[in-house]
C-alpha cells in the first residue's frame, strides 16, 4: 500500500481564494510527524509546515494551516488568500517512528495553478 | 544563516563516467539525507548520515552508489558507471537533529547522454 497518497492530478485556485490539497497517510506507527514541501518551477524544495502524531492542535503557519484528521488518516493543506507565488507543486511526506529511521516518504505531489 | 549548498546545479555525465554530487548541510546541522527526484515523481529517501557515519541507506542501488560526510567538508554522493536510468535531481537536506524538520538544498540536476 501507498503510504502517502495524494490523488488530485491538478488543481486551480482563484487568486484571493483559499485551496485545500489532500494528503492521506497509511501508518501502523503511533508516533509519526507529515509535513508539506512546496517545490516551484525553479526546482527548490521549499519547507511549509509540520504535524506530529501526538500535537493537539492543527498546525498553522501564516497562510497555511494543516487540517490533520487523524482517525481518517488525512492531512490536508489549506492555503488561505492563494497568490500567485503560490502556483507550485506541492508534496506531503511522513516520517515514521522515533528511533533512527527519519527518513521522509513523499506522495507524487500535486499541481497547484493560481489564476489571477 | 545560509542554506544548504548543493554543487553542482547542473551536472552532464556521458554513461560509464564518474558522478559526484556535494552537499554542505546548514550550520550546525550534522544530519544530512540523500534523495532522488524522477521526473513527474515524489522525491525518493537514498541514505541518511551523521558525520562519519551511515544512518540508514535503505533506498540507496546495491551498486554503483556510495554516499560519505567526513568529518570535515561536504557530504558526498557519488555515482559511479553512471546509466540513463540515473538521470534525475538529486537533493541534499540537512536537519539540526533527528525527526527535526529536513530543509532542502536546491537539487543537482544529473543528465546522463
Known amino acids: 500500500a501507498q503510504k502517502i497518497t495524494q490523488t488530485q492530478p491538478g488543481m486551480f485556485v482563484q487568486e484571493k481564494e483559499a485551496v485545500t490539497l489532500d494528503c492521506t497517510y497509511d501508518?501502523?506507527?503511533?508516533?509519526?510527524?507529515l509535513f508539506w514541501y512546496k517545490q516551484p518551477s525553479s526546482g527548490e524544495m521549499i519547507f511549509l509546515i509540520y504535524?506530529?502524531?501526538?500535537?493537539?492542535q492543527n498546525a498553522t503557519e501564516g497562510r497555511y494551516s494543516l487540517n490533520f484528521q487523524k482517525a481518517r488518516k488525512s492531512a490536508n493543506l489549506v492555503i488561505s488568500a492563494s497568490q500567485l507565488g503560490d502556483s507550485a507543486m506541492y508534496f506531503c511526506?511522513?516520517?515514521?517512528?522515533?528511533?533512527?529511521?527519519?527518513?521522509?516518504?513523499f506522495g507524487k505531489g500535486i499541481t497547484l495553478s493560481v489564476r489571477p | 544563516n545560509a542554506g544548504v549548498m548543493q554543487n553542482p546545479r547542473h551536472l552532464v555525465r556521458r554513461r560509464g563516467q564518474e558522478a559526484r554530487l556535494r552537499c554542505s548541510p546548514m550550520?550546525?546541522?550534522?544530519?544530512v539525507y540523500w534523495y532522488r527526484q524522477l521526473p513527474e515523481e515524489g522525491l525518493k529517501f537514498m541514505v541518511y548520515?551523521?558525520?562519519?557515519?551511515?544512518?540508514?541507506e535503505s533506498g540507496m542501488p546495491k551498486e554503483r552508489f556510495s554516499a560519505e560526510f567526513p568529518k570535515e567538508g561536504p557530504s558526498i554522493l557519488r555515482i559511479q558507471q553512471v546509466v540513463r536510468g540515473d538521470s534525475a535531481a538529486y537533493f541534499c537536506?540537512?536537519?539540526?537533529?533527528?525527526?527535526?524538520?529536513?530543509?532542502f538544498g536546491p537539487g543537482t540536476r544529473l543528465t546522463v547522454t
Open positions: 537536506a540537512s536537519s539540526l537533529r533527528v525527526h527535526y524538520e529536513q530543509y
Open positions: 504535524q506530529g502524531s501526538y500535537d493537539q
Open positions: 550550520k550546525g546541522h550534522s544530519h
Open positions: 548520515l551523521q558525520k562519519e557515519n551511515i544512518i540508514d
Open positions: 511526506a511522513m516520517r515514521e517512528g522515533t528511533g533512527a529511521n527519519s527518513k521522509l516518504t
Open positions: 501508518t501502523s506507527d503511533p508516533s509519526y510527524g
